[in-house]
C-alpha cells in the first residue's frame, strides 16, 4: 500500500532509492516465480477425492537359485479411490480398489481393497494387512521417519529427496514431484536393496521401484560379478491418471 502511495504522488521518480526498490521488488518475485521451489500445497502430492484413479503399468522379474533364467511378470493395475469416511477423531479413511488385467485390451479385475488414513501430519496406508507411513507433513527433506512405526517390519529410516523437482517418465512430463527413499543400499557385493517411490503433484504416486537382490557367492569366480543368485525387482509406473 505505502509503495502504491509513494508511485502516485509522482514522488517516486525523484527518488533514486525508491526506483531501486521497485526493481529490486520486481526481480525478486520474477525470481520466486521461476523457481522450483515456490510454496505448494504439501497434500496434492497425494490427492484423496472420491474417483480419483491412477493405472500402472507393472513389471516383474523373479529369480531363483538353481534357475538359468527368472520369471518375469508384465500386467497393469488401477488403485481408485472409492469412498472416504470421516472418522470421530476428524481424521478421515479413504477406501481405494485395486484391480488389475494383463494387457489394455482385457477388463480390469478387483483384487483388493486397501485404506488410507489422513492425517493432518501424515499418511498411514494399510495394505495386506500392514500399516506402512509412506508420506509425513511438512514435507522437508531434513526430516526422518520410521515408514514401519505401526506395523511389526524391522525400522526402515525414510526420507525424502528432490522436492518439487520436475521429472520426465518416458512420455510424461510432471513440474512439481518428489523422491520417496524407503531403503537404499546398493553398494554391497554381496545384496542389492531398494525401495524408491516418486510422486507428483496433483497426480499422487507416478513410480514405485522395490528391488531386493542376492548375488551370488557360490564360487571365488562369481563373488563380485554382480551376478543375481536370488531376489526380485518389481516396478510400477504411471501411464494414466484422473477423476472418473
Known sequence: MKISTYYQTGKFYNSLPGVLFLFLTLLFFQSCKDSNTDPVNSYDYFPLT??????????????????????????????????????SDGSSTYIVSRSSRNTS????????????????????????NQSLVPLVFPIDSKITWNGNMYNTLDEEDYQYEDINQPFKLDSQSFDKTLTLVERRDTTSVIDYDLGLKRFAIGVGLIYDEQTSYEYCQATAACIGQGIIDSGSKKTRKIIEYGPM
Open 50 to 87: 472420491v474417483g480419483h484413479y491412477m493405472i500402472y503399468d507393472v513389471n516383474e522379474t523373479v529369480y531363483s537359485s538353481g534357475q538359468a533364467n527368472p520369471v518375469v511378470k508384465a500386467y497393469q493395475e488401477k488403485d481408485e479411490i472409492s469412498s472416504v469416511t470421516v472418522n
Open 105 to 128: 485390451a482385457d477388463y480390469w479385475v478387483k483384487t483388493k481393497e486397501y485404506s488410507i488414513n489422513q492425517f493432518p501430519d501424515k499418511l498411514i496406508f494399510n495394505i495386506d
